[in-house]
Nanobody, 114 residues
Framework: QVRLVESGGGLVQPGGSLRLSCATS????????MRWYRQTPGKERELVAT????????IHADSMKGRFTISRDNAKSTVYLQMDSLKPEDTVVYYC???????WGQGTQVTVSS
C-alpha cells in the first residue's frame, strides 16, 4: 500500500524557517521523482518543487527560489522541503506527491504570522 505522510508544519513568525518531511512507504522511493505542492483554499494546487530520482532538483515558482529547497533521503524514503525566510503569503497547506504512483499525502498546514 502506497503511503505518503507529511509532517513538520505549524506556526512560524515571518522570516522564520520550517522543514517539512514526507515519509513514504509501499513503493521503490529511490527510483521515483517526488514533488511538493501547496494549495490555498478555493485555488488550484500550485507546484512548489520537484526532485528527480537522480540529478538536480527544481523550485518552480520565482517567489520561492532562493528560499525553498527540496531534498531527499533515500535510506529513509523521505523527501523534505526546507523553507526559509517565510512570508505570510506562504500560509497554505503543503502536500507531497509521487507522480509515478499518482499518490498524495494528507497535507500539512503552514501558518506564517506574527
Amino acid at each position: 500500500q502506497v503511503r505518503l505522510v507529511e509532517s513538520g508544519g505549524g506556526l512560524v513568525q515571518p522570516g522564520g524557517s520550517l522543514r517539512l518531511s514526507c515519509a513514504t512507504s509501499g513503493f521503490p522511493f529511490s527510483s521515483y521523482a517526488m514533488r511538493w505542492y501547496r494549495q490555498t483554499p478555493g485555488k488550484e494546487r500550485e507546484l512548489v518543487a520537484t526532485i528527480p530520482s537522480a540529478g538536480e532538483s527544481t523550485i518552480h515558482a520565482d517567489s520561492m527560489k532562493g528560499r525553498f529547497t527540496i531534498s531527499r533521503d533515500n535510506a529513509k524514503s523521505t523527501v523534505y522541503l526546507q523553507m526559509d525566510s517565510l512570508k505570510p503569503e506562504d500560509t497554505v497547506v503543503y502536500y507531497c506527491y509521487c507522480p509515478t504512483r499518482n499518490a498524495w499525502g494528507q497535507g500539512t498546514q503552514v501558518t506564517v504570522s506574527s
